[in-house]
């Protein structure tokens, strides 16, 4: 029997709605069903750091059997039987081996009443692995092809659902002419962000990335600064540096995105007032900032006078306030030549 039906309406629906990640992957297995028969369902993120999953919803699948996918040998089966790749949904009946030999059948699947699967590895555009998805039957009968055609016409929808950067390229539209981005992730990596280019400036050993990461290690959701472009003097001007924190969708390894855009009206402050301001957000008194620029302090005092005029600032406290919630300043790591 021919089927060549576009993937149910419902199940798009359900991917590209506002809800919640784990409550949107439970009601795509429950759309999933209306469209693939299925006794049992599991669905979960790829760890981009390493070789596991992260169940984000099943279906009718039993506490042991949901600790056994948790654990390691799981990931190591899909990995060797390759449904770890971009293809077609696999089932044990495509296996040049019985399915016993493998330890997720021999010890948990089978025991527990299982006999078919149709498992397939999630991909979005560019090849990024977001997730896998296993059904499971209790039948010895193989998946009809009818099944497995409406199963790999669904993965693009299923893997767009579950999607952990969808909330990021949402916040990262919040920065008005964003050029380029990265996602910081926790082992000190970067993986790139879709949708924005890469940058030198965005290179992971990068000042700039140092510089991120401290404003978002600080307990803060959202940081900004600006950054010297062509040398501590900016003879190329300045570049807007902006991180922002993870969302509740996004997997804890990945702990954050930064994001370059243009930078807007300075106020008038020159490069050398935007190193100094850098110095008093970060608390130096103006001997600490006369030393650390190698300047005489009546010259730092000049600078300050200057500063609270452009700024409209009374104080050097408030001005300090001023420039760190308008990301007027440059870090102190900002007076290092980036790569």
């Excluded at 600006?226 to 390894?253: F, I, K, Q």
Aim: proline residues 9%; glycine residues 8%; aromatic residues 4%.
């Amino acid at each position: 029997m021919r089927d060549d039906s576009p993937a149910q309406p419902e199940l798009t629906e359900v991917a590209v709605s506002a809800e919640p990640l784990p409550d949107r992957a439970r009601s795509l297995l429950g759309a999933l069903r209306r469209l693939v028969a299925y006794d049992a369902a599991w669905i979960a993120l790829a760890d981009p750091l390493t070789n596991s999953y992260t169940c984000l919803a099943s279906a009718d699948l039993d506490d042991a059997t949901l600790e056994y996918f948790d654990g390691p040998m799981l990931a190591r089966d899909i990995e060797v039987t390759g449904t770890n790749r971009a293809r077609p949904p696999l089932s044990p009946s495509d296996l040049p081996y019985p399915a016993a030999e493998l330890p997720t059948w021999a010890e948990c699947l089978i025991p527990a009443g299982y006999q078919e699967a149709l498992a397939v590895a999630l991909f979005r555009p560019g090849g990024r692995h977001v997730g896998f998805l296993a059904i499971l039957s209790g039948s010895h009968e193989p998946p009809p092809r009818a099944v497995r055609r409406r199963l790999a016409r669904s993965a693009s929808v299923l893997a767009h659902g579950i999607d952990p950067m969808r909330s990021l390229v949402i916040a990262a539209r919040l920065v008005q002419g964003a050029t380029a981005g990265v996602v910081l992730r926790e082992d000190g990596g970067t993986q790139p962000l879709p949708g924005l280019d890469g940058h030198a400036l965005l290179a992971v050993d990068s000042p700039v990335l140092a510089a991120a990461r401290v404003g978002l290690g600080a307990a803060e959701v959202y940081t900004s600064f600006l950054w010297p472009l062509g040398g501590r003097h900016a003879p190329g001007g300045h570049v807007r540096v902006t991180a922002l924190s993870g969302t509740e969708d996004v997997p804890a390894v990945l702990t954050g995105m930064v994001l370059l855009s243009p930078a807007a009206d300075l106020r008038g402050l020159t490069p050398r007032e935007l190193e100094v301001l850098g110095l008093l957000v970060d608390g130096c008194s103006n001997q600490e900032i006369a030393r650390e620029l190698v300047v005489a302090q009546r010259t730092v005092a000049a600078h300050l006078e200057h500063i609270l005029v452009k700024l409209g600032a009374p104080t050097r406290t408030l001005a300090a306030v001023r420039a760190e919630r308008r990301g007027l300043y440059v870090p102190p790591s900002g007076r290092r030549p980036a790569p």
